[in-house]
T-cell receptor, first 118, second 115 residues
Framework: AQTVTQSQPEMSVQEAETVTLSCTYD???????LFWYKQPPSRQMILVIR??????QNATENRFSVNFQKAAKSFSLKISDSQLGDTAMYFC???????????????FGTGTLLAVQP | DTAVSQTPKYLVTQMGNDKSIKCEQN?????MYWYKQDSKKFLKIMFS???????INETVPNRFSPKSPDKAHLNLHINSLELGDSAVYFC??????????????FGPGTRLTVT
């Protein structure tokens, strides 16, 4: 069974600094996708960044980047120049690749609550 | 324009009642999902539908019955509500053929409180 583990229930960072959120996963699949979703107090789930397992290059989206270590099954999120609006719950999620999409269920970690301090 | 919408956003009801949550997406996606987020913020899939056909049915009590009148809508009906059903329910959608993305688009969630 696939599992996703986020070992940091809560983290805090000063505005403008850099923070890294950890995520590990367990799967026997070789083709899959990894995501980081952000859930601010509004509770809307917002996709932050996506990584395809077949790509060696780490994904980046503006201030957000990942460190994807496939052999170690690790997928950490780095947030640079943290902003107050980054305060949110962050979820790491996994989905394995199948042909057709309906059998694809996102498997989520337990989340990391990030507080950006002014 | 709202991509995935849910109604209502908040629902407070008493134990034993029957309630429905509606979801609509205007993205043209073929696949829709229901996820439950419990009080500890843990998210887990409940159901998925592809073009009105039930595909995933996780171990959810049969008091929960999803219904998809067309591929743009997926409703969740809950019978005989229990205290443990209190949670946030998220609807999501994704394209069927987009195997290079697998991104799921989430609605705003419905906070259900059973008293």
């Amino acid at each position: 069974a696939q599992t996703v583990t986020q070992s940091q229930p809560e983290m805090s960072v000063q505005e403008a600094e850099t923070v890294t959120l950890s995520c590990t996963y367990d799967t026997s699949e070789s083709n899959y996708y990894l995501f980081w979703y952000k859930q601010p107090p509004s509770r809307q789930m917002i996709l932050v960044i996506r990584q395809e397992a077949y790509k060696q290059q780490n994904a980046t989206e503006n201030r957000f980047s990942v460190n994807f270590q496939k052999a170690a099954k690790s997928f950490s999120l780095k947030i640079s120049d943290s902003q107050l609006g980054d305060t949110a719950m962050y979820f790491c999620a996994f989905i394995h690749e199948t042909y057709g999409g309906a059998t694809n269920k996102l498997i989520f970690g337990t989340g990391t609550l990030l507080a950006v301090q002014p | 324009d709202t991509a995935v919408s849910q109604t209502p956003k908040y629902l407070v009801t008493q134990m034993g009642n029957d309630k429905s949550i509606k979801c609509e997406q205007n993205l043209g996606h073929d696949t829709m999902y229901w996820y439950k987020q419990d009080s500890k913020k843990f998210l887990k899939i409940m159901f998925s539908y592809n073009n009105k056909e039930l595909i995933i049915n996780e171990t959810v009590p049969n008091r929960f019955s999803p219904k998809s009148p067309d591929k743009a809508h997926l409703n969740l009906h809950i019978n005989s509500l229990e205290l443990g059903d209190s949670a946030v329910y998220f609807c999501a959608s994704s394209p069927w053929t987009d195997r290079f993305s697998y991104e799921q688009y989430f609605g705003p969630g419905t906070r259900l409180t059973v008293t």
